[in-house]
């Protein structure tokens, strides 16, 4: 799949496992020519998603990804919950 250079990093969101749309090709934000790789990070609610792209003249290809439906932001919420009443009652 390629997708073109956003605002947003999240444009590979199709790969998360709640997201039904593909999205569409963006502007290119990028010089023509230019060659460029990105790891994003997307660190949701209840998962944890990475994916590495490669991009040329403006368009993204997105090489691979792999993410963790068990960890996300919900998980480290709760962590630091715990910490902070485990520290209360001590």
Same mark, same amino acid.
């Given at each position: 799949m390629a997708y073109g250079f956003g605002s947003t990093a999240s444009q590979h969101s199709s790969h998360h496992p709640k997201s039904q749309k593909e999205p569409g090709t963006h502007h290119s934000s990028a010089r023509a020519g230019s060659y460029e790789t990105l790891l994003v990070f997307d660190l949701g609610g209840g998962t944890f998603d990475v994916s590495l792209l490669e991009g040329w003249e403006g368009i993204l290809e997105v090489l691979a990804t792999d993410g963790d439906n068990e960890l996300g932001g919900d998980d480290f919420t709760r962590a630091l919950a715990? $910490? !902070? !009443? $485990?520290?209360q009652t001590k």
């Open positions: 715990d $910490q !902070l !009443l $485990q520290s």
